[in-house]
């Protein structure tokens, strides 16, 4: 059974910064694509960093770039988003996932976290 749970979200003021980690458990982040996705109040899910298995190829949402970076660690099965210089336009409920496909496509992911609540404060 795959399990995907996030933590590190939390309240930070804008131009702060968070890391988010994403720990998996019945399938390994090394194999499969790993995304990160957030879902504002009133806002549809938004894709926001995603990784490829292998070789690691990272792709990232123009709203993000040059502040975010995705990153994993195979050692502990867990895959992280830093968040730099936040915006209070960032903050959401922040979701995990993990696909067979390398895509930006929420319907392509199989597997889903629970979330983790990002605030942002101006």
């Known amino acids: 059974q795959v399990h995907l749970v996030e933590s590190g979200g939390g309240l930070v003021q804008a131009g702060g910064s968070l890391r988010l980690s994403c720990t998996a458990s019945?399938?390994?982040?090394?194999?499969?694509?790993m995304g990160w996705f957030r879902r504002a109040p009133g806002k549809e899910r938004e894709f926001v960093a995603r990784?490829?298995?292998?070789?690691?190829?990272?792709d990232y949402a123009e709203s993000v770039k040059g502040r975010f970076t995705i990153s994993r660690d195979n050692a502990k099965n867990t895959v992280y988003l830093q968040m730099n210089s936040l915006k209070v336009e960032d903050a959401a409920v922040y979701f995990c996932?993990?696909?067979?496909?390398?895509?930006?496509?929420?319907?392509?992911?199989?597997?889903w976290g629970q979330g983790t609540q990002v605030t942002v404060s101006s």
């Open positions: 996932a993990a696909s067979r496909a390398v895509t930006v496509a929420p319907a392509a992911y199989s597997y």
């Open positions: 019945g399938l390994s982040v090394s194999t499969y694509a």
């Open positions: 990784m490829s298995w292998s070789p690691g190829l990272t």
